[in-house]
């Protein structure tokens, strides 16, 4: 027939919820303080993709790890039909969250996505101290808790590389320094020495003993410094 064969196009219907689907960084694992994102494509009730923006899209937190910091996420609409949304979540644990494309959920939700604490950091690992007034020649303690700059810690992994660390202690006067050795929790510490015990659990011990009544201050690197802390002997 005449003007035939003849090109027609075929245009997406209105966006349903139900169709509709989301992608990206920000529904996986992740890591604390990392950036994610989240791209929500909107679909007729066919499955195909819209090409015009307008729709209202939000993320809502059904649950969220204890003293979480939830970001508010707000989504930016391309006029295509594409919607996006760039955050990050800052506390380690589990959220469970889903996004609604107007008043109804998009599919494959909720989502469960899990945050592990980032790498130690100097501003997050504190170092507690046990007995800080000794008397010479006596056993003392501190633990060293390592946490994210975000004050999360690490879950402990056996089947991973094991951190490790130096202490050194110098006498008040700065007449003599002494430098740690990695032990176990059972080997005794001899005087003038100190010792870093891995507890396996995110922490970790140093035992020292001093033979002269005198300020020591411990310093701890690995791979961060922390602040020195100060032991006196009496």
């Known amino acids: 027939l005449e003007g035939f064969p003849r090109e027609i196009k075929i245009l997406p219907g209105t966006p349903v919820a139900s169709m509709s689907t989301a992608s990206g960084s920000g529904l996986m694992l992740g890591v604390a303080g990392t950036p994610s994102q989240i791209v929500v494509i909107s679909r007729d009730r066919y499955g195909s993709a819209c090409d015009n923006g307008g729709g209202a899209v939000a993320l809502t937190f059904l649950s969220v790890p204890d003293n979480a910091i939830v970001p508010d996420v707000s989504f930016t609409d391309h006029g295509n039909g594409t919607y996006s949304a760039d955050f990050e979540l800052v506390t380690a644990g589990t959220y469970s969250l889903q996004i609604a494309l107007g008043d109804n959920v998009i599919s494959n939700m909720p989502v469960t996505r899990v945050i592990s604490a980032a790498g130690p950091s100097a501003s997050g690992t504190s170092l507690q101290v046990q007995n800080s007034a000794l008397a010479a020649g006596t056993v003392g303690s501190c633990t060293l808790v390592v946490r994210d700059e975000?004050?999360?810690?690490?879950?402990?992994?056996?089947?991973?590389?094991?951190?490790?660390?130096?202490?050194?202690?110098?006498?008040?006067?700065?007449?003599?320094?002494?430098?740690?050795?990695?032990?176990?929790?059972?080997?005794?510490?001899?005087?003038?020495?100190?010792?870093?015990?891995?507890?396996?659990?995110?922490?970790?011990?140093?035992?020292?003993?001093?033979?002269?009544?005198s300020h020591h201050v411990v310093t701890v690197f690995w791979p961060i410094r922390r602040p020195s802390l100060a032991v006196i002997l009496r």
Request: glycine letters at 8%; one cysteine or more.
């Open 150 to 213: 975000f004050g999360n810690r690490p879950v402990y992994n056996p089947s991973a590389a094991q951190a490790s660390f130096r202490a050194v202690a110098t006498r008040g006067d700065r007449s003599a320094a002494f430098s740690s050795k990695s032990c176990s929790s059972r080997e005794p510490v001899g005087l003038d020495a100190l010792c870093v015990v891995n507890n396996l659990d995110g922490t970790f011990g140093i035992k020292f003993s001093f033979s002269q009544a």
